[in-house]
């Protein structure tokens, strides 16, 4: 039995990293594969395409994460071979933050503006001072006032 | 300022960035995407040659390598520059140089007739896998690497190559000390 126990190790090791290999499930193939860009396509992601060349991609993606990758290295891995062009999201730094952040800018100005705006609209038209009363409409009042009172 | 003179500024200058980043946009060529490799250790490969013969980056150690990637259905471009490879390996074999072609997403049989047709005499291999295409970030074919004698990528082309381009690439790395 003592004889066995390295053996029964090793079984269990062996075990081990077939299960490691086995928790690569499609998802994880599936999700790697959306973020990067099939490279012989026009604007599809490597889940997208039918092609060859994603297949091959999806292939390379799964025996890496089945080798022990996370998926941010498998990404890594390739746009170190492809640049940051092969991420069909870019980057959120350097140049590539711009796409990120002009839009929301752009968003946020336009609605400053539109505020801006819409207060100086809605204060210009304020209602005209009325003309001071003249003496003797201020008596005919008074006069008509205390006629209905009566 | 009033509320209309405002306006009058606002909408030329909101203009400005945005015909700014068209004119950038359109200047650029989206298919001209700058290799990350340049400068770096070029990925070792291990491929069987059609002829049967092994075809390794480690072998060639301390040479000059082109490595080119093409298709027998990459017309013309591939066709085009083909008897330049050919020429340029004739050339520059005595001096050490290593022509290598890695046949890309292709078939064996057109693969063999394309080889045939040119009567390329330097190693092609297919890359079945595709694993050697994506350690180079090939895209497209044909793409052609310049390997110095230090084993990094010093040049990619994209698109045929060129006796001038060949002649002018090849001398350069040759005319470094190894």
Same mark, same amino acid.
């Given at each position: ?85 092969? =991420?069909?999201?870019?980057?959120? !730094? ?6 990120? *952040?002009?839009?929301? +800018?752009? %968003?946020? /100005?336009?609605?400053? =503006?539109?505020?801006?705006?819409? !207060? ?6 304020? *209602?005209?001072?009325? +003309?001071? %009363?003249? /003496? ?15 | ?178």
């Amino acid at each position: 039995m003592r004889r066995l126990l390295p053996l029964f190790g090793l079984l269990v090791l062996a075990v081990g990293s077939a299960a490691a290999a086995a928790q690569v499930t499609e998802d994880t193939v599936h999700d790697v594969a959306a973020q990067l860009r099939c490279v012989v396509c026009q604007s599809l992601s490597v889940a997208d395409s039918p092609s060859e060349t994603a297949h091959q991609m999806k292939a390379i993606i799964r025996e890496r994460l089945a080798g022990g990758e996370s998926p941010e290295q498998v990404k890594a891995y390739f746009v170190e071979k492809y640049g940051p062009w092969i =991420l069909l999201s870019p980057p959120r !730094r350097g140049f590539d933050l711009l796409v990120w *952040v002009v839009p929301f +800018a752009g %968003l946020g /100005a336009g609605l400053v =503006l539109v505020l801006v705006l819409v !207060r100086r609209w809605s204060r210009r038209p304020a *209602v005209p001072d009325a +003309a001071p %009363l003249s /003496a003797d409409m201020r008596a005919r009042i008074q006069r008509e006032m205390a006629e209905r009172e009566s | 300022m009033s509320a209309s003179r405002l306006l009058r500024w606002t909408i030329p200058l909101a203009a400005v960035p945005l015909l700014a980043l068209l004119a950038y946009g359109f200047r650029t060529d989206p298919r001209d995407i700058p290799s990350p490799l340049v400068g770096k250790p070029a990925s070792a490969f291990s491929l069987t040659a059609f002829d049967g013969q092994p075809v390794s980056l480690d072998a060639l150690k301390g040479r000059v390598v082109v490595v080119n990637f093409w298709s027998s259905w990459c017309y013309p471009a591939c066709y085009e520059e083909a008897p330049s490879l050919e020429r340029a390996w004739k050339a520059y074999r005595d001096r050490g140089v290593m022509v290598v072609g890695v046949n890309f997403q292709d078939q064996e049989e057109p693969a063999r007739r394309f080889l045939t047709q040119f009567g390329h005499t330097f190693p092609n291999a297919p890359d079945p896998s595709g694993r050697v295409s994506v350690d180079y970030g090939v895209y497209g074919v044909p793409e052609t690497y310049f390997i110095d004698r230090k084993g990094r990528v010093r040049f990619k082309q994209v698109g045929p190559v060129t006796d001038q381009l060949l002649e002018q690439q090849i001398e350069t790395l040759l005319a470094e000390a190894a």
